[in-house]
């Protein structure tokens, strides 16, 4: 029986994992390789002007699976414009893991959040599986209010690597825990059911309730949030596609620096947009560029404030490229982008990195992704 009960529960659990990793199964279905768009936003120019030489607060904003191909197929898709052009300072980053010469999320995540290369599917764990802290924990330590987004569920592998601590990606509920061992401001993405219907019969909303949080589920809500802890579970687990989503990322992006910015000793938030890397993995151009669009009108959200604070640095990278993705063909005015793909996996190319604000010049040139870690633990004198 006990032998029969492990099988039952090792499949309950492959399950699950499949559950949060389906996004990388390729369907004949999901191939779409044109996209045309039908509107466009206003790209407003920003002064990239700044009071100090070194940041009170930063925004690192990760586009999951953002090679320059991506970058691009956005900008074709806004008519020729993304707020990522006000971006004057811009390099590349290396991607590789210790394990790998691909990366995954976990890997390339904790090494953007520690500074140090890891195996890939590790979270906030070296090589050995030894933790080492985060630059939101860092963070947190020093005094800053500190807080993550994510349109995937928040305990999945790139947000997790800023906060949690284990030996794999899947381990969901040990991730979700994680969190209870902080003191994080703000967090928003999906995941609900990994806080609540778990293996150890823990309730967690119920435990983040009594440290004084505030959980809510709708991101209408969160928006008309002003003051405190705030926990956003916006889905049982990932959120839907960006056209499914009602301005999530954008809209929770610019409501947690609202929060966040009123610690005036400063603060550090990690956003990401997951789904850049999920329309990579379907090799579908659609998918991709309505994902690029979204992740910029957060950049521009962001920006907003950080040209009016002028003591804010927004970094924005990728962990990885995903897909191989290329534009072999397309029109700007049309706002038509045709795509192609090597793969429907991740690849081993250099990512872009851009800077705004003071001590942008710090994330120039080629650089290897611990280093962006580590020169923001510098300019925030965590490290």
């Not at 390729?26 to 100090?52: A, H, P, R």
């Not at 009170?56 to 707020?83: S, W």
């Not at 897909?323 to 005015?333: L, R, S």
């Amino acid at each position: 029986m006990k032998k029969i009960a492990t099988f039952i529960l090792s499949i309950i659990m492959t399950c699950s994992v499949y559950a949060q990793e389906n996004y990388k199964t390729l369907t004949k279905e999901d191939s779409v390789k044109i996209f045309k768009g039908t509107s466009d936003y206003e790209v407003i120019k920003y002064e990239d002007s700044f009071n100090n030489k070194k940041p009170k607060n930063i925004i690192l904003m990760i586009g999951d699976g953002m090679g320059t191909a991506q970058v691009f197929a956005g900008l074709t898709a806004n008519g020729g414009h993304l707020f990522l052009e006000n971006f004057k300072h811009a390099g590349f980053s290396k991607t590789q893991s210790a394990s790998d010469y691909i990366t995954d999320s976990a890997a390339g995540g904790t090494a953007l959040s520690s500074g140090y290369k890891t195996y890939n599917g590790a979270i906030g764990v070296d090589s050995d599986t030894v933790s080492h802290p985060t630059i939101l924990e860092l963070a947190e330590k020093d005094g800053l209010s500190t807080g993550l987004v994510s349109s995937s569920a928040i305990t999945h592998a790139t947000p997790a690597s800023f906060i949690a601590h284990q030996s794999s990606r899947n381990m969901y509920e040990e991730i979700a825990a994680d969190f209870l061992k902080t003191d994080i401001d703000v967090f928003v993405g999906g995941g609900y059911k990994h806080f609540t219907e778990r293996k150890d019969g823990r309730n967690l909303v119920e435990e983040l309730e009594a440290k004084n949080y505030t959980v809510l589920k709708d991101i209408d809500q969160i928006e008309n949030f002003t003051e405190g802890k705030l926990v956003g579970l916006t889905a049982p687990e990932h959120n839907g596609r960006a056209p499914e989503r009602n301005g999530l990322l954008p809209k929770a992006t610019k409501k947690v620096i609202d929060l966040l910015s009123q610690n005036h000793k400063g603060f550090f938030l990690m956003v990401e947009g997951s789904q850049i890397d999920w329309g990579g993995h379907q090799n579908n151009t659609t998918y991709i560029t309505e994902e690029m669009l979204d992740f910029d009108q957060s950049i521009g959200k962001a920006l907003e404030f950080a040209a009016n604070n002028k003591e804010t640095l927004i970094i924005v990278t990728a962990d990885h490229e995903t897909g191989g993705f290329a534009i072999n063909g397309g029109d700007i005015e049309n706002k038509i982008v045709e795509g192609g793909f090597a793969t429907g996996h991740h690849t081993a190319v250099m990512v872009p990195v851009f800077a705004f604000g003071p001590g942008a010049e710090n994330f120039t040139g080629i650089l290897d992704n611990t280093e962006i870690a580590n020169r923001m633990m510098k300019l925030l004198d965590l490290k």
